[in-house]
């Protein structure tokens, strides 16, 4: 059973992380530095991309259920966006508040459309405002390792992260998994694991409420929440991470492309 965090909550953490976001942007030597975590972009890139993901998502939700995406690609809504560093930021904090007004005006429970079809996360706007945490989450480490002065991801945004990526990223009822069958788990510091299955039926996820009442994993990592959900965004090495088992199958978890 998912543990999410309440929707009043995801829309709290979404303000709170593209703030810090903006801080860090904010003190960062210039908007053409490189992002070492996403190495094609320079700091202005990641403004706008971050910016952009939130108008879109913005007049998705307001769009309402759809089979297919009502609106243009991410980089359309960032056309617009200014030159200059506090004008680029006031647009990137406008395009923050367009996505919590669409989220407070829709609720957690309206349908829309997603992305992740065959996963485990619903086609609502709640869903899409879990996931818009950890897209600000994730990129609040980019800006601030950018600017120098990284910060461990906050532990509420962490753990849910952890099991959103998981949930929507990690799970698959359309595509068989390509290998062996095999079964890893995910162990948070803070006292949350979930064990992912891995077979021909694809790829299912489902929280441990008591880690080690189940058969022993094929693998597993130990972390905490922020490390565990920087290592599953590519952010960190699993090297990072403690793992046991075979270390072979998180590799190939990664470089898993369900759609492809």
């Known amino acids: 059973m998912t543990q999410t965090l309440e929707f009043p909550a995801l829309l709290r ?10 801080a860090a942007v904010a003190s960062a030597p210039g908007l053409d530095a490189k992002v070492p975590t ?6 202005r890139d990641l403004v706008l991309h971050l910016g ?3 108008r879109r998502w913005a007049a998705i939700v307001t769009t309402g259920a759809a089979e297919t995406p009502p609106v243009g690609k991410t980089a359309e809504f960032a056309s617009t966006a200014p030159e200059e560093r506090e004008a680029l930021l006031a647009w990137s904090a406008e395009s923050t508040e367009q996505l919590l007004g669409a989220l407070r005006e829709s609720g957690p429970d309206r349908g829309c459309w997603t992305w992740w079809d065959g996963s485990q996360s619903p086609h609502t706007s709640g869903a899409v405002a879990r996931h818009q945490v950890q897209e600000a989450t994730v990129h609040t480490y ?3 390792i950018t600017a120098g002065a990284p910060q461990p991801l906050p532990a509420e945004a962490a753990l849910d992260g952890v099991e959103e990526f998981l949930f929507t990223c990690c799970a698959t009822t359309t595509s068989a998994w390509p290998h062996e069958p095999a079964v890893v788990e995910y162990h948070a510091t803070e006292g949350r694991s979930w064990r992912v299955t891995l077979s021909a039926d694809g790829a299912r996820s489902i929280p441990l409420s008591v880690p080690g009442t189940t058969p022993a994993a094929d693998a597993s990592a130990r972390g905490t929440a922020g490390e565990l959900v ?6 960190i090495p699993m090297d990072s991470l ?4 075979d270390r072979r199958l998180f590799d190939q ?8």
């Open 38 to 43: 996403c190495p094609e972009w320079t700091l």
């Open 52 to 54: 952009g993901v939130h």
């Open 142 to 144: 980019d800006a601030q």
């Open 230 to 235: 920087l290592a599953l965004y590519d952010r």
């Open 253 to 260: 978890l990664q470089a898993w492309d369900p759609d492809a």
């Open 242 to 245: 403690h793992v046991d088992g």
């Open 13 to 22: 953490l979404i303000d709170e992380r593209s703030v810090a976001f903006r």
